[in-house]
């Protein structure tokens, strides 16, 4: 459901510019795509978290997976991070409301991200980049190494299974999912955690399809 959502904020948006030879969007609606975008990466980012732990609940503690990993237990955790998720991209996207373009306004991206918004901006961003990543990189980060620790648990349980066939057949049941967590991070932090001064916006538009299509 995240995934799906996640792909229909921008795409139907960029086909119709297409179709329409259209590249325009309203104020209201920028911060709107922006708002909703960032909401399912958020999402996207806790699900990859849940689904590691729930892989090493299931290769480290096999026989008590199903009182670990209960429903209500899932539908507490997907419930909590929509909260959170929510709550974070309101606080950015408060902060972008305000901000003042008054000179170019044409955005070299394909839908509305927060970093070639902010250049176009001739408002003090100063803040905006501060919470970026600062918050920001908390609520990426924080994921990424609850991911790094399931993992880390994960091998030294398998390494510890006496079959070869037995250890590729546990570490090939994670291969999927660890494959989107190096191709989600790495294009996430490529975009998002650096300075202004040294992105371009080719390389930020090849990153970001990459998280915002292929990823989903």
């Keep these: 459901f995240v995934d799906i959502c996640f792909s ?3 795409v139907p948006k960029m086909l119709a510019n297409h179709i329409l030879e259209t590249q325009t969007i309203s104020f209201c609606g920028c911060l709107t795509q922006m708002y909703f975008v960032f909401t ?19 290769e480290c503690h096999p026989l008590h997976y199903t ?5 209500q237990l899932c539908a507490l955790l997907v419930a909590g991070l929509w909260v959170v998720a929510n709550l974070n991209v309101l606080l950015h996207t408060l902060l972008m409301a305000p901000l003042s373009f008054c000179a170019d306004n044409a955005i ?36 990424f190494l609850c991911i790094l620790a399931s993992y880390m648990h994960i091998t030294c ?30 294009t996430i932090i490529a975009v998002y ?7 371009s916006a080719e390389k930020d538009t090849m990153a970001t399809v990459l ?4 990823t989903p």
Excluded at 46 to 55: C, E, G, I, Q, T
Excluded at 193 to 199: A, I, W, Y
């Design 108 to 143: 070299t991206h394909f839908f509305c991200d927060v970093t070639p918004l902010l250049k176009l901006s001739c408002s003090d961003t100063h803040l905006n980049e501060v919470i970026i990543l600062s918050e920001g990189a908390l609520v990426m980060i924080t994921p």
């Design 193 to 199: 955690f650096n300075p202004l001064s040294s992105h």
């Design 67 to 71: 009182a670990k990993m209960t429903h």
């Design 8 to 10: 229909f904020t921008t």
């Design 157 to 186: 349980t398998v390494l510890k299974v006496p079959s070869t066939k037995g250890r590729w057949k546990a570490f090939s049941t994670c291969g999927s999912h660890l494959a989107v967590v190096l191709l989600f991070y790495s």
């Design 40 to 58: 399912f990466v958020d999402m996207d980012n806790f699900l990859l978290a849940v689904m590691a732990y729930d892989h090493f609940v299931a």
């Design 211 to 214: 998280y915002t299509v292929v």
